[in-house]
């Protein structure tokens, strides 16, 4: 009896000593993700409202907002850090809240656990401890100006400053940790002898995913920062920072997800780096200068062009290493994998080039340039749009394999000698392009009348992918993955038929087959998927796995 007593006094007090360390560990949890605001000298900026002197516009001061009937948002803000970003945050007010509500509904679909939530509330809290540290003061002003006009729903997960500062690394959390699919995109640049005119051209799709709702309100940012260039850049609400975009100088930025170990801890977001590199630099050397004295804790390519140069060159970095790709060429070509005789044989990079679709979609592109000869825009939209595999055999629509995933975010043209840019509308790169002039947005000097500022006359049309039964297909084929998804009732059958050439649609109704242990028809399902192109090694080694799986039930 005794010695039952002392035994159960010493797990009182390791239960104890685990409680009291899990309340020490969840406090220091608490204390570390705690981030607070910079100190501004002047707020008076917070007072200012914003009008309405004509309908569908809105402006404080010389800034102004509207939507254009493209369906693009288009915005202009100018002067110091903190005035610039409450009035970004002033004038688009409703997309900055509606963005992270998008944001959050995405994340709560990925992780429906609620507990699990908590702790990754915390997680990134801790992870991003020294974000901060990591931003620059410029960047932190801007950022805590936005703030200000962020959702008051979300108190639960931080303050409006921290989380808006939080979702800048949102991008490098993902691709990190796990490597998600939701960045796979695909950029190229010609010039000299490779273009019909001479002039250089660069091309990119964002094909960044997390959901058709977070896709919907794209703004077209036009930004005269108190330092540095004027640029333009494509972005959401609450977002300043830069995946595509060009300044006044003719300087181009366009980001590439490469393949990342897990990282110990939060460094510069990319998309601040590429910020950076957009607003301070007008050449070459001095964006690979920028690039260098920022530590990442993701691994990415900047794809660089310059007017200046006149040729454009890959910035490839990692957490401990840069190089540049410089093709010795009049073109570049830039997937997710590495190219520098550095970085190319890293083993990092080894793992992408093996078991990603990065290679394949490198091989694709190559093979359409050459078909294309002499390079024009509409030549680039049209290869930015192409949804084929090599040698144009048909590996199903929205397959990671394409350069055109049917995912993008959004597809973007730059001619930097003539400060011209190309934006794509409504759906992904299949409406149409809209051009915009650097040189007469910034010329304008304020706006009083609500009217088009893009180029109409340089529109290049919508794809006429648009008006065919595939396309209806397709779009049926996507509601019916999101009712799998959602654990809603589908006939497995009609998957396949909105998209038989897809290996995801097979491997989709084998899913949701084995989940209702119809093992046979599952079976039939994952070996046809095996036939299909398919995107990725893990993917295929999914596919083989469920195989195996039914085999061993089958023969119990």
Not at 38 to 43: E, F, H, N, R, V
Not at 85 to 107: A, P, R, T, W
Not at 418 to 434: A, D, N
Request: charged residues 20%; contains cysteine.
């Amino acid at each position: 009896m005794l010695k039952r007593n002392r035994f159960l006094r010493w797990m009182l007090y390791v239960t104890g000593f685990f409680i009291l360390l899990l309340g020490i560990l969840f406090l220091y949890l608490v204390i570390v993700s705690k981030v607070e605001p910079p100190q501004i000298a002047d707020t008076s900026s917070l007072q200012w409202q914003r009008s309405s002197p004509d309908s569908g516009l809105y402006t404080i001061k010389n800034n102004w907002f509207r939507k254009s009937n493209s369906g693009l948002f288009e915005m202009y803000v100018e002067g110091a850090p903190f005035e610039r970003g409450v009035v970004n945050g002033k004038l688009s007010k409703e997309l900055v809240v509606s963005q992270e509500d998008y944001f959050s509904e995405q994340i709560n679909k990925m992780v429906p656990s609620k507990s699990y939530l908590h702790f990754l509330k915390y997680f990134v809290g801790w992870f991003n401890r020294n974000l901060d540290k990591n931003v620059t003061e410029e960047y932190k002003d801007e950022i805590y100006g936005v703030s200000n006009s962020a959702s008051d729903n979300y108190g639960y997960i931080g303050t409006k400053y921290q989380r808006i500062l939080n979702y800048h690394s949102a991008h490098d959390i993902g691709h990190a940790l796990q490597n998600l699919a939701l960045v796979g995109c695909t950029s190229f640049g010609t010039w000299g002898a490779a273009s019909q005119d001479s002039t250089m051209i660069i091309g990119r799709n964002f094909d960044f995913y997390v959901g058709d709702n977070f896709a919907k309100n794209k703004i077209v940012l036009f930004e005269k920062p108190s330092q540095g260039y004027k640029f333009m850049s494509v972005t959401w609400g609450g977002f300043i920072g830069v995946v595509s975009g060009m300044n006044e100088k003719g300087l181009t930025v366009t980001i590439n997800a490469a393949k990342s170990s897990i990282p110990s801890g939060s460094a510069t977001p990319v998309s601040l780096v590429a910020r950076e590199i957009l607003q301070y630099a007008k050449n070459i050397s001095e964006a690979v200068a920028i690039a260098g004295k920022r530590k990442m804790f993701v691994s990415e390519s900047f794809l660089i062009g310059s007017a200046e140069d006149k040729k454009a060159v890959i910035i490839e970095k990692t957490p401990d290493s840069l190089d540049v790709y410089d093709p010795q060429k009049d073109f570049i070509v830039c997937a997710n994998h590495f190219q520098s005789r550095k970085l190319g044989n890293s083993a990092p990079n080894e793992i992408q080039m093996k078991e990603s679709a990065s290679p394949y979609r490198y091989e694709r592109l190559m093979e359409l340039m050459n078909k294309n000869e002499k390079n024009t825009v509409q030549k680039t939209i049209d290869i930015l749009r192409d949804r084929k595999g090599l040698n144009g055999a048909d590996i199903g629509m929205g397959n990671e394999k394409a350069l055109n995933q049917l995912i993008a975010h959004h597809s973007i043209v730059f001619e930097p000698q003539q400060l011209i840019v190309w934006v794509s509308t409504q759906p992904w790169q299949l409406g149409e392009y809209v051009a915009y002039d650097l040189k007469k947005i910034f010329a304008l000097n304020g706006m009083q009348q609500n009217k088009e500022v893009y180029d109409s006359a340089l529109t290049i049309p919508a794809d006429t992918f648009l008006q065919t039964k595939q396309f209806s297909d397709f779009t049926k084929y996507r509601m019916l993955k999101q009712r799998v998804l959602d654990g809603l009732s589908v006939e497995p059958d009609s998957i396949i038929t909105a998209n038989p050439n897809l290996y995801n649609a097979w491997v989709l109704a084998g899913d949701y087959s084995f989940k209702l242990k119809d093992y046979n028809r599952a079976l039939i399902y994952y070996n046809m998927a095996l036939r299909k192109e398919i995107a990725t090694i893990p993917e295929k080694n999914h596919i083989l796995d469920q195989v195996k799986k039914i085999k061993e039930k089958i023969n119990k």
